[in-house]
């Protein structure tokens, strides 16, 4: 298994820069996930790996070895675009024996790799229809299937789930997790949508205006976010971060709870909750509303589950509190974690 890595890698074009001195460093066999908004510098990170784009300065090393004068086709890699890139003329074995006629192989070899990588991944039924005959599913397939074949040290996947619904997407995300715990192929993944990042990754390395902001398992980037983009752009509804001099405390929403309606310790933090409106998901309650108390009035979200029945209706005020060990303090300027308890919170035990 291959481990990759970048050392102070950066990208410009003209006066923008894309990537910003990313130092990266995957695991063997590790399912890494890039995860930000559209314009992060994901992507172009992913291309820089894979020797579609070169870098302005800084190193990509794949297996230990220095890779950027090397071409796409001598990094091992294998790569699976949005958009799939099949050949439309061509049914799906051709397409999956594309690189490898266009490597030279043998055809009896051919078929052996052909017939493994269409078992594997389920659609060795579909071998003789052409692409249109299939659905978004299966064509995401096929291209995995074209990128297995070749046996590829490394997986690079470009958001390849996005064009697919929302029931597809969740099979798919199974699918491909399965397949890449099974092969073993460490894997980079790009996308910007958190619930496939916490629901596939390792680990999560979450991107913003081409630098990355923090590295963690989906828990520590959940639980411990380390700074404010991090805290709000993981999780739905995002933390919430209320204002205090030069503070910010944050809580996530299914921490801030009714307080007639759990236990706490004595020393958690006590707000008013003015509720404004409800939504029922289901398995939970989304409230919205104004806290106030310890700080100024701020629009708040709780997330009560189902198991709390609390009645409450818009426009009435309630006692809500959150435990002191689930609130996380930023600085207001920077964004960033700090650990010192302020005064203020210090003097509400």
């Given at each position: 298994m291959t481990i990759i890595e970048v050392r102070e890698l950066t990208k410009q074009f003209g006066e923008v820069t894309a990537v910003d001195r990313i130092s990266l460093r995957s695991g063997e066999g590790e399912f890494l996930v890039l995860l930000g908004p559209s314009g992060c510098g994901k992507t172009t990170l992913l291309r820089m790996i894979a020797g579609l784009e070169?870098?302005?300065?800084?190193?990509?090393?794949?297996?230990?070895?220095?890779?950027?004068?090397?071409?796409?086709?001598?990094?091992?890699?294998?790569?699976?675009?949005?958009?799939?890139?099949?050949?439309?003329?061509?049914?799906?074995?051709?397409?999956?024996?594309?690189?490898?006629?266009?490597?030279?192989?043998?055809?009896?070899?051919?078929?052996?790799?052909?017939?493994?990588?269409?078992?594997?991944?389920?659609?060795?039924?579909?071998?003789?229809?052409?692409?249109?005959?299939?659905?978004?599913?299966?064509?995401?397939?096929?291209?995995?299937a074209r990128a297995l074949v070749r046996e590829p040290s490394v997986f690079l996947l470009d958001e390849p789930l996005s064009n697919l619904d929302a029931k597809l997407r969740a099979m798919a995300r199974d699918e491909l997790q399965t397949l890449q715990r099974r092969i073993g192929i460490t894997t980079i993944y790009v996308t910007h949508d958190q619930v496939e990042a916490m629901g596939m990754g390792d680990r999560i390395a979450v991107m913003y205006e081409g630098r990355l902001r923090q590295v963690g398992t989906p828990r520590e980037i959940y639980d411990d976010p380390a700074d404010t983009f991090v805290a709000t752009f993981v999780g739905s509804p995002p933390m919430n971060l209320l204002e205090r001099d030069d503070q910010l405390?944050?809580?996530?929403?299914e921490h801030l709870l009714p307080k007639d309606a759990v236990q706490f310790a004595p020393d958690a933090l006590e707000v008013n909750f003015q509720v404004t409106r409800q939504e029922y998901l289901g398995a939970d309650r989304l409230l919205y509303g104004v806290v106030s108390g310890l700080v100024e009035e701020t629009k708040?979200?709780?997330?009560?589950?189902?198991?709390?029945?609390?009645?409450?209706?818009?426009?009435?005020?309630y006692d809500f509190v959150v435990r002191r060990g689930d609130v996380k303090m930023f600085d207001k300027r920077s964004g960033q974690r700090t650990a010192a308890e302020p005064a203020f919170l210090a003097g509400t035990r």
């Open positions: 070169r870098p302005s300065s800084g190193h990509v090393l794949i297996g230990g070895r220095i890779v950027n004068d090397l071409p796409p086709r001598a990094r091992k890699i294998a790569m699976v675009f949005q958009s799939y890139a099949l050949y439309p003329h061509m049914n799906v074995r051709d397409n999956i024996a594309f690189p490898l006629k266009a490597q030279g192989m043998p055809r009896r070899e051919q078929l052996e790799r052909i017939q493994w990588s269409a078992s594997i991944l389920g659609i060795d039924r579909y071998l003789n229809r052409k692409p249109r005959q299939l659905s978004g599913g299966e064509r995401q397939r096929v291209a995995l405390l944050g809580f996530r929403p708040t979200i709780s997330r009560l589950p189902s198991t709390i029945s609390y009645p409450v209706q818009a426009g009435e005020k």
